[in-house]
T-cell receptor
Framework: AQTVTQSQPEMSVQEAETVTLSCTYD???????LFWYKQPPSRQMILVIR??????QNATENRFSVNFQKAAKSFSLKISDSQLGDAAMYFC????????????FGTGTSLTVIP | DTAVSQTPKYLVTQMGNDKSIKCEQN?????MYWYKQDSKKFLKIMFS???????INETVPNRFSPKSPDKAHLNLHINSLELGDSAVYFC???????????????FGEGSRLTVL
């Protein structure tokens, strides 16, 4: 089974600053999807950004962008101009494009935003 | 319109009781899931159904029984509740097959189960 590793259980950032959350994964497949989900205290799981492995261009969504390094199996999330509402748990996730319905989640990174 | 809705949002019950959580999705997806999130926030897959067929059945006590009457609904019934069953249970859906596949998982709001 694929594994997804988030090595930072907790991170903090000053409001308006930039923070990067790391994620690495292990797979032998070439076609897959990667995701970052946000879970605020309300507990709703919200999709932040997605990346298709065949696309070389890094995905961006407003202040959120990823650094996708396919050869290194790395998928980090950069949050620019951090806001208080960004405080949440962030989960990295992997899904094969071909071999099944299974999603693999990392253990999460708790992000604190300091005013 | 809520894409994935689950009810109830909160359950508080005594050990030994039986409870059910219902889930419905209006996205037209072919695959639905149940995840358990423990107190450390770990997300663990429990079950997955594709077009009403069970396709993922992780190591879960047989006190947990999923039921999918149609591809838009996936319910979870738990018998003889134990203290360790206290958690947040998430229903989710995705589109696996066909041109409509976009890849991501859509989550319900979660149901917090507390067993006393």
């Amino acid at each position: 089974a694929q594994t997804v590793t988030q090595s930072q259980p907790e991170m903090s950032v000053q409001e308006a600053e930039t923070v990067t959350l790391s994620c690495t994964y292990d797979t032998s497949e070439s076609d897959y999807y990667l995701f970052w989900y946000k879970q605020p205290p309300s507990r709703q799981m919200i999709l932040v950004i997605r990346q298709e492995a065949y696309k070389q261009q890094n995905a961006t969504e407003n202040r959120f962008s990823v650094n996708f390094q396919k050869a290194a199996k790395s998928f980090s999330l950069k949050i620019s101009d951090s806001q208080l509402g960004d405080a949440a748990m962030y989960f990295c996730a992997y899904r094969s494009a071909n071999t099944g319905n299974q999603f693999y989640f990392g253990t999460g990174t708790s992000l604190t935003v300091i005013p | 319109d809520t894409a994935v809705s689950q009810t109830p949002k909160y359950l508080v019950t005594q050990m030994g009781n039986d409870k059910s959580i219902k889930c419905e999705q209006n996205l037209g997806h072919d695959t639905m899931y149940w995840y358990k999130q423990d107190s450390k926030k770990f997300l663990k897959i429990m079950f997955s159904y594709n077009n009403k067929e069970l396709i993922i059945n992780e190591t879960v006590p047989n006190r947990f029984s999923p039921k999918s009457p149609d591809k838009a609904h996936l319910n979870l019934h738990i018998n003889s509740l134990e203290l360790g069953d206290s958690a947040v249970y998430f229903c989710a859906s995705s589109q696996y097959g066909g041109a409509a596949r976009t890849g991501e998982l859509f989550f319900g709001e979660g149901s917090r189960l507390t067993v006393l």
